[in-house]
């Protein structure tokens, strides 16, 4: 059998999934996993970027871990692992931050971001180099794919520049990796805004039929339809939003004719929603529980993960020690 091209990505465990996080990413690692081998990392060194106490991230991956076991991440056809069990990841990093010129990470979009939107004075160097060790992430593995969003992708143009560069310093050791852009779906909060822990307005992978229930029935609509007798628009409604994820054509197409011509209510309409969305997640979080109770079990998972992880990451690293030839 032909060798599978290989595929990375990580996130960083900040515990439980929402169906942004599902929708925008773990789906599409899921089904990578019948083409390619796959390696999906905890990026747990990544949180101490934003803050130094990181002492629920050990609970929080084990959170996440659930998650994406209930989603249908199969530890036997993908490689599960915590980055910080990998300092290999650490050494590369530091090597890459000899080649790379500082202006480099300075005009990262993400850097600049955070930096004015959370009004850094004194960001650190680890929040500067946090790109930096993406790239010592990918490379480590030589990874074919890296499959992110739009957003992330000018980080995996800095690790193919950060690959050229080595190379060009020390000799071919990186191929260069492509995005796999992933088309992530609008997934409106319940708010109406962007699905965000920080908003407060998610639907987790864990919750229970009930509170999807609940999170959905007072959810934001077209805010034109005060009455039932108001037409709506459903093309500016967030619940339609789900309806484009979730519903049938059919079943779909008769909820925005309801909605134009006032035919249904809005509760309506959301049954529909709920009809169709709750058996898909359902099966999750059944399957999602069946890991939950045995957090010993993602345990191994995360450390068998890791070990085989770790033996790429020594191989690779034997080889890099060779180039830059700082040894006898
Ligand atoms: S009927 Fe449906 S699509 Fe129309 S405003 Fe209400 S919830 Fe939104």
């Not at 850097?111 to 850094?120: D, F, K, L, P």
């Not at 934001?220 to 049938?248: M, Q």
Request: aromatic share 8%; proline share 8%; hydrophobic share 40%.
């Amino acid at each position: 059998m032909a060798t599978r091209e290989r595929v990375l990505s990580g996130m960083r465990p900040s515990g439980r999934l929402h169906l942004g996080n599902y929708l925008g990413a773990l789906a599409n690692w899921v089904k990578l996993q019948d083409d390619y081998d796959c390696f999906y990392f905890s990026a747990d060194w990544h949180v101490l970027t934003d803050r130094n106490d990181v002492s629920d991230v050990p609970q929080a991956t084990i959170e996440m871990a659930a998650d994406w076991l209930g989603a249908g991440l199969d530890p036997q056809r993908s490689t599960l692992f915590i980055q910080s069990l990998i300092p290999e990841h650490a050494e590369l990093h530091l090597l890459f931050s000899m080649v790379t010129p500082v202006s480099w990470l300075e005009r990262v979009p993400t850097y600049r971001e955070r930096i004015e939107q959370q009004e850094i004075a004194s960001p650190s160097y680890g929040l500067l180099g946090y790109p930096l060790l993406q790239s010592a992430d990918i490379l480590m593995y030589k990874a074919r794919y890296v499959p992110v969003g739009i957003d992330q992708a000018p980080h995996v143009e800095l690790t193919r520049e950060v690959a050229r560069r080595f190379n060009n310093a020390f000799g071919p050791v990186f191929p260069e990796p492509d995005v796999k852009l992933t088309e992530i779906p609008k997934v409106p909060g319940t708010d109406g805004r962007k699905m965000s822990k920080s908003y407060g307005n998610d639907i987790e992978l864990a919750d229970s039929t009930e509170t999807i229930r609940a999170k959905v029935r007072p959810m934001v609509t077209d805010p034109a339809r005060k009455r039932r007798s108001d037409p709506g628009n459903p093309e500016i409604c967030p619940v339609f939003d789900l309806h484009k994820i979730f519903t049938p054509a059919a079943d779909r197409e008769a909820c925005a004719t309801g909605c134009r011509t006032a035919g249904i209510g809005c509760l309506d309409c959301k049954e529909v929603l709920l009809k169709h969305m709750l058996p898909p997640l359902g099966a999750i979080r059944e399957r999602r529980q069946t890991y939950a109770e045995k957090p010993d079990v993602i345990r191994e998972v995360l450390v068998e993960g890791s070990r085989r992880a770790r033996v790429i990451a020594q191989h690779t690293m034997t080889e890099v020690r060779a180039a830059v030839k700082l040894l006898p």
